[in-house]
T-cell receptor, first 115, second 112 residues
Framework: DAGVTQSPTHLIKTRGQQVTLRCSPK?????VSWYQQALGQGPQFIFQ???????QRGNFPDRFSGHQFPNYSSELNVNALLLGDSALYLC??????????????FGSGTQLSVL | DQQVKQNSPSLSVQEGRISILNCDYT??????FLWYKKYPAEGPTFLIS?????DKNEDGRFTVFLNKSAKHLSLHIVPSQPGDSAVYFC???????????FGKGTRLSVIA
């Protein structure tokens, strides 16, 4: 049973560029959340997707956008990259049908470096 | 404004002894708390959780204690093993399918 998979594992971009990160949820999960973990910080919630719609959003600018596909996989897009966007981007999956205290399963993340 | 605080960035413990990791929170509306463990180059993995209606939850070597009046929780690891060396994140959520709010983490080093 594959867990949460993310690609790519590492990425280097320059300021002003755009980036797309990808995530496949754990088998049986239908909800995908994205988190940003800056160096020395805990993961911060970006947004959550369910039924191909953004359901909840954290305190991130509109440069951060996402998408969920019918097979539940998801993409995170960041436009007009800033140096401060350098971070580990984590995807987490869960099932909306589970009890509310269902734990999240995280992928290994994509390490984004903006130069 | 940090709603979940882990005030110790690092902790070093000898193998076989107890490790105690602490976490404080400011929002009394949180009703579910979790601990995640993270190794380098891996995503966080769930360790143990506790509902706000309980004050203790145990799973093998891991026990989480919740003191709601003090808005404080702690994770006890007994006995500590070298494989426990990792970054431990405390997280909290409101009721329902709401996002996790994480602390900054505590790096635990268990010395053989």
């Amino acid at each position: 049973d594959a867990g949460v998979t993310q690609s790519p594992t590492h990425l280097i971009k320059t300021r002003g560029q755009q980036v797309t990160l990808r995530c496949s949820p754990k088998s049986g999960h239908d909800t995908v959340s994205w988190y940003q973990q800056a160096l020395g910080q805990g993961p911060q919630f970006i947004f959550q997707y369910y039924e191909e719609e953004e359901r909840q959003r954290g305190n991130f600018p509109d440069r951060f956008s996402g998408h969920q596909f019918p097979n539940y996989s998801s993409e995170l897009n960041v436009n007009a990259l800033l140096l401060g966007d350098s971070a580990l981007y984590l995807c987490a999956s869960s099932s909306v049908k589970a009890a509310y205290n269902e734990k999240l399963f995280f992928g290994s993340g994509t390490q984004l470096s903006v130069l | 404004d940090q709603q979940v605080k882990q005030n110790s960035p690092s902790l070093s413990v000898q193998e076989g002894r107890i490790s105690i990791l602490n976490c404080d929170y400011t929002n009394s509306m949180f009703d579910y708390f979790l601990w995640y463990k993270k190794y380098p180059a891996e995503g966080p993995t769930f360790l143990i959780s506790i509902s706000s209606i309980k004050d203790k939850n145990e799973d093998g070597r891991f026990t989480v204690f919740l003191n709601k009046s003090a808005k404080h929780l702690s994770l006890h690891i007994v006995p500590s093993q070298p494989g426990d060396s990792a970054v431990y994140f405390c997280a909290a959520r409101y009721s329902g399918n709401t996002p996790l709010v994480f602390g900054k983490g505590t790096r635990l080093s268990v010395i053989a």
